[in-house]
């Protein structure tokens, strides 16, 4: 195998299936932007089993991939932290001073790559008067029954197969914090779950999120709130559950036999127990990272980071870092 191959990546991975004019335009922007890299051809060959999807879930992506093409307007909203609507919220005075130390709960979102869904969660906290350090939105891994791997590491693809995510049972999230009293926290769930709901678009099948190319348990949608189904956070997620999709407590994914507990299933959220299924931090290259197809501002993929960066927000993992 070349030295030099593209990126072994599931959101590729899992569109080779179709080979479409329609879905070989939609990845074109995708292939550019993704890096070329060196990789073992065993670690190729076990991506793509873990990208392998039923038949029935190939024609329902299929599908979504013409209504894209026909759609310019939801086809550049695709992994572009622009799907979602924006939050309708006003800065909330609390959470804009209150440090990141004093009185926080952390929370977490999944569903699909965690790019663009990042840029989504950054904007609301803007909007929440959130600034510069004070920004709690990071990517990572989470909602896997086996925790981390040696080291206590949890890596991407790039790491030791022991620790890479998927093998642990991990899906891609993105972590924010809810700051301050209760009323406060409350209103800060509701903006964060009206954002993630709308992160998602109708299908003939259910509600589908918007980059349906990454497939497989690794890109499922998973929620993780301290007490699961338990907390009064749940009864926010059931109100802003506007579409009605189902909500399934779960005690995190594992594998049995190749076969994932916790699959890749259109209209399905797995809430689960962020205080027993904790958040991992991704690598830094993974950090306000530009979308798939979509770059966004210098202010965001640099500034921001930056500004994390300073905080010790974000910072080595002791996995593997890239450039790109």
Known sequence: MSAQLVHCHQRLKASRPFQSAASQARCKPVQRNIVQAEHRQDDCVRQSRMCRQSLTKHAVAAILALSLSASPSLAASSGSGQGAPAAVVSAD??????????????????????????????????????????????????????????????????????AVYEELGHAEVVQMELRGETAQTRRQMEAFADTYFGQFRKTPFGMMRLDP???????????????????????????????????????????????????????????????????????????FHNGIGKPFSKEYTVDLKRALTSTRRIGPTGCPELRF
């Open 213 to 287: 190319q990454d497939a497989g348990p690794a890109y499922r949608n998973v929620i993780g709130i301290p007490k699961g189904i338990d907390s009064p956070l749940f009864e926010v997620l059931k109100e802003r559950n506007k579409n009605g999709m189902d909500l399934i407590p779960s005690d995190g994914n594992d594998f049995n036999r190749g076969k994932a507990k916790d699959n890749d299933q259109i209209n399905v959220v797995y809430i689960v127990d962020s205080d027993k299924l904790p958040f991992y931090r991704a690598e830094q290259y993974h950090q």
């Open 93 to 162: 005075s609390a959470s804009s001073s209150t440090d990141a130390s004093d009185n926080t709960t952390p929370i977490y979102f999944g569903n699909g790559c965690f790019w663009g869904r990042q840029k989504d969660f950054v904007d609301v906290e803007k909007a929440l008067g959130r600034e510069g350090g004070k920004i709690s939105a990071i990517t990572g891994y989470a909602g896997g029954a086996k925790g981390a791997g040696p080291g206590d590491k949890v890596c991407y693809y790039y790491g030791p197969k022991q």
